[in-house]
Protein backbone atom coordinates (compact mmCIF):
# COMPACT_ATOMS: atom_id res chain seq x y z
CA UNK A 1 0.00 0.00 0.00
CA UNK A 2 2.35 2.89 0.80
CA UNK A 3 4.62 1.33 -1.84
CA UNK A 4 1.57 2.16 -4.19
CA UNK A 5 1.39 5.59 -2.40
CA UNK A 6 5.39 6.28 -2.93
CA UNK A 7 4.83 5.20 -7.16
CA UNK A 8 2.18 7.58 -7.64
CA UNK A 9 3.73 10.20 -5.89
CA UNK A 10 6.98 9.60 -7.98
CA UNK A 11 5.16 9.86 -11.46
CA UNK A 12 3.03 13.22 -9.88
CA UNK A 13 5.80 15.07 -9.50
CA UNK A 14 7.88 13.81 -12.79
CA UNK A 15 4.75 14.70 -14.68
CA UNK A 16 4.58 18.01 -13.24
CA UNK A 17 8.67 18.36 -13.67
CA UNK A 18 8.19 18.02 -17.03
CA UNK A 19 4.88 19.78 -18.11
CA UNK A 20 6.59 22.78 -16.32
CA UNK A 21 10.50 22.39 -15.10
CA UNK A 22 10.36 25.46 -12.68
CA UNK A 23 7.53 24.34 -10.82
CA UNK A 24 8.78 22.93 -8.00
CA UNK A 25 11.58 25.63 -7.68
CA UNK A 26 8.46 28.59 -7.56
CA UNK A 27 6.78 27.08 -5.17
CA UNK A 28 9.84 26.43 -2.56
CA UNK A 29 10.68 29.36 -3.29
CA UNK A 30 7.56 30.75 -1.79
CA UNK A 31 3.78 30.24 -1.30
CA UNK A 32 1.35 33.37 -1.76
CA UNK A 33 -2.08 31.50 -1.01
CA UNK A 34 -5.10 33.77 -1.65
CA UNK A 35 -7.42 31.62 0.61
CA UNK A 36 -7.40 29.93 4.12
CA UNK A 37 -9.72 26.90 4.19
CA UNK A 38 -10.96 25.23 7.51
CA UNK A 39 -13.09 22.17 6.47
CA UNK A 40 -13.73 18.93 7.60
CA UNK A 41 -10.64 15.68 8.14
CA UNK A 42 -13.03 13.68 5.48
CA UNK A 43 -11.02 12.11 2.93
CA UNK A 44 -14.05 13.02 0.68
CA UNK A 45 -13.30 16.45 0.99
CA UNK A 46 -10.41 17.78 0.14
CA UNK A 47 -9.69 21.65 0.13
CA UNK A 48 -7.63 21.48 -3.28
CA UNK A 49 -9.66 18.99 -5.21
CA UNK A 50 -12.86 20.39 -4.23
CA UNK A 51 -12.26 23.79 -4.92
CA UNK A 52 -9.93 22.79 -8.06
CA UNK A 53 -6.79 24.42 -6.81
CA UNK A 54 -3.93 23.31 -7.16
CA UNK A 55 -0.65 23.49 -4.52
CA UNK A 56 0.62 26.77 -3.03
CA UNK A 57 -3.40 28.13 -4.08
CA UNK A 58 -5.16 27.03 -0.59
CA UNK A 59 -3.67 27.52 2.97
CA UNK A 60 -5.56 24.45 4.67
CA UNK A 61 -6.50 23.37 8.60
CA UNK A 62 -8.96 20.40 8.81
CA UNK A 63 -10.38 18.74 11.80
CA UNK A 64 -13.53 16.85 12.44
CA UNK A 65 -16.58 18.32 11.61
CA UNK A 66 -14.70 21.58 11.04
CA UNK A 67 -15.60 23.27 14.41
CA UNK A 68 -14.43 26.49 15.47
CA UNK A 69 -13.19 26.26 18.84
CA UNK A 70 -12.10 28.99 20.39
CA UNK A 71 -8.85 28.26 22.33
CA UNK A 72 -7.66 25.72 19.43
CA UNK A 73 -4.26 26.74 19.28
CA UNK A 74 -3.93 25.00 16.11
CA UNK A 75 -6.31 26.77 14.19
CA UNK A 76 -5.56 29.80 15.83
CA UNK A 77 -2.44 29.32 15.05
CA UNK A 78 -2.64 28.47 11.21
CA UNK A 79 -5.47 31.51 11.21
CA UNK A 80 -2.98 33.71 12.66
CA UNK A 81 -0.33 32.41 10.13
CA UNK A 82 -3.15 33.02 6.96
CA UNK A 83 -3.70 36.24 8.22
CA UNK A 84 -0.72 37.93 9.55
CA UNK A 85 2.16 36.29 7.14
CA UNK A 86 0.53 34.75 3.93
CA UNK A 87 -2.02 38.20 3.66
CA UNK A 88 -4.94 36.09 3.15
CA UNK A 89 -8.14 37.74 1.77
CA UNK A 90 -10.31 35.11 1.89
CA UNK A 91 -11.05 32.93 4.65
CA UNK A 92 -13.38 29.51 3.96
CA UNK A 93 -14.84 27.77 6.63
CA UNK A 94 -16.25 24.72 4.56
CA UNK A 95 -18.86 21.56 6.33
CA UNK A 96 -20.63 19.09 4.25
CA UNK A 97 -23.38 17.06 3.96
CA UNK A 98 -23.55 13.62 5.42
CA UNK A 99 -20.78 14.56 7.62
CA UNK A 100 -19.79 11.90 10.43
CA UNK A 101 -18.53 14.06 12.87
CA UNK A 102 -21.88 16.01 13.18
CA UNK A 103 -23.92 12.70 13.11
CA UNK A 104 -21.79 11.29 15.84
CA UNK A 105 -22.91 14.53 17.86
CA UNK A 106 -26.26 13.95 17.41
CA UNK A 107 -26.12 10.19 18.89
CA UNK A 108 -26.35 9.16 22.37
CA UNK A 109 -23.73 6.36 22.53
CA UNK A 110 -20.58 7.69 23.78
CA UNK A 111 -18.13 8.14 21.13
CA UNK A 112 -14.71 9.01 23.52
CA UNK A 113 -12.43 11.99 23.09
CA UNK A 114 -14.81 12.70 19.88
CA UNK A 115 -17.90 13.79 22.42
CA UNK A 116 -15.62 16.35 23.65
CA UNK A 117 -14.59 17.69 20.39
CA UNK A 118 -18.16 17.86 19.36
CA UNK A 119 -19.36 19.50 21.98
CA UNK A 120 -19.82 23.06 20.08
CA UNK A 121 -22.19 20.88 17.44
CA UNK A 122 -24.29 19.27 20.33
CA UNK A 123 -24.74 23.04 21.95
CA UNK A 124 -25.88 23.90 18.74
CA UNK A 125 -28.28 21.21 18.37
CA UNK A 126 -29.94 22.08 21.45
CA UNK A 127 -29.66 26.22 20.89
CA UNK A 128 -32.13 25.13 17.08
CA UNK A 129 -33.74 22.46 18.58
CA UNK A 130 -37.04 23.77 17.20
CA UNK A 131 -35.37 24.49 13.32
CA UNK A 132 -33.99 21.41 12.99
CA UNK A 133 -37.28 19.35 14.12
CA UNK A 134 -39.11 20.44 11.02
CA UNK A 135 -36.74 19.23 9.27
CA UNK A 136 -38.18 15.80 7.59
CA UNK A 137 -36.32 13.46 8.15
CA UNK A 138 -32.58 12.68 10.36
CA UNK A 139 -30.68 13.14 7.81
CA UNK A 140 -32.27 16.17 6.28
CA UNK A 141 -32.17 17.38 10.43
CA UNK A 142 -27.84 16.42 10.48
CA UNK A 143 -27.68 18.20 7.11
CA UNK A 144 -29.01 21.76 8.61
CA UNK A 145 -27.25 21.29 11.74
CA UNK A 146 -23.96 21.09 9.43
CA UNK A 147 -24.87 24.22 8.09
CA UNK A 148 -25.36 25.64 11.73
CA UNK A 149 -22.29 24.70 12.45
CA UNK A 150 -20.61 26.37 9.43
CA UNK A 151 -22.54 29.12 10.63
CA UNK A 152 -21.65 29.41 13.96
CA UNK A 153 -17.97 28.72 12.85
CA UNK A 154 -17.75 31.73 10.62
CA UNK A 155 -19.00 34.14 13.63
CA UNK A 156 -16.20 32.47 15.55
CA UNK A 157 -13.67 33.01 13.30
CA UNK A 158 -14.65 37.05 13.14
CA UNK A 159 -14.63 37.07 16.91
CA UNK A 160 -11.04 36.22 17.18
CA UNK A 161 -9.05 38.47 18.02
CA UNK A 162 -6.91 37.95 15.58
CA UNK A 163 -9.36 38.89 12.83
CA UNK A 164 -10.74 41.87 14.64
CA UNK A 165 -6.97 43.24 14.61
CA UNK A 166 -7.22 42.69 11.33
CA UNK A 167 -10.39 44.78 10.39
CA UNK A 168 -8.83 47.47 13.39
CA UNK A 169 -6.04 47.90 11.02
CA UNK A 170 -7.98 48.23 7.68
CA UNK A 171 -7.20 44.41 6.19
CA UNK A 172 -9.98 43.46 3.81
CA UNK A 173 -10.52 40.18 4.78
CA UNK A 174 -13.55 38.45 4.45
CA UNK A 175 -14.50 34.95 6.30
CA UNK A 176 -17.10 33.14 4.34
CA UNK A 177 -19.65 29.94 5.21
CA UNK A 178 -20.01 27.37 2.35
CA UNK A 179 -21.16 23.92 2.38
CA UNK A 180 -19.81 21.04 0.30
CA UNK A 181 -22.20 18.35 -0.65
CA UNK A 182 -21.10 14.39 -1.02
CA UNK A 183 -23.90 13.62 -3.23
CA UNK A 184 -23.59 15.72 -6.05
CA UNK A 185 -19.70 17.34 -5.62
CA UNK A 186 -20.53 20.57 -5.37
CA UNK A 187 -19.67 23.67 -2.85
CA UNK A 188 -23.01 25.98 -1.86
CA UNK A 189 -22.72 29.56 -0.29
CA UNK A 190 -24.66 29.85 3.11
CA UNK A 191 -24.42 33.17 2.83
CA UNK A 192 -23.34 34.30 5.67
CA UNK A 193 -20.32 36.17 4.75
CA UNK A 194 -18.28 38.67 7.47
CA UNK A 195 -15.92 41.46 6.63
CA UNK A 196 -14.42 44.42 7.85
CA UNK A 197 -18.03 46.33 7.15
CA UNK A 198 -19.58 44.32 9.50
CA UNK A 199 -16.58 44.91 12.08
CA UNK A 200 -17.09 48.76 11.89
CA UNK A 201 -20.44 48.12 11.93
CA UNK A 202 -20.19 46.37 15.27
CA UNK A 203 -17.61 48.89 16.68
CA UNK A 204 -20.25 51.51 15.89
CA UNK A 205 -22.69 49.88 18.22
CO1 LIG B 1 -17.21 15.67 8.19
Not at 36 to 50: K, L, Q, T, Y
Not at 142 to 169: H, S, Y
Amino acid sequence: MLNDLMNRNREWSEKRYNADPGYFARLAAQQAPEFFWIGCSDSRVPANVVAGLDPGEVFVHRNVANVVHSADLNLLSALEFAVEALCVREIILCGHYGCGGVKAATEALPHGLADHWLEPIRRLARAYAVDLSQETDGEARRDRLAEFNVIEGVRRVAETPILQKAWANGADIRVHGLIYGLKDGRLRDLDCSIGPGHFEGKAAQ
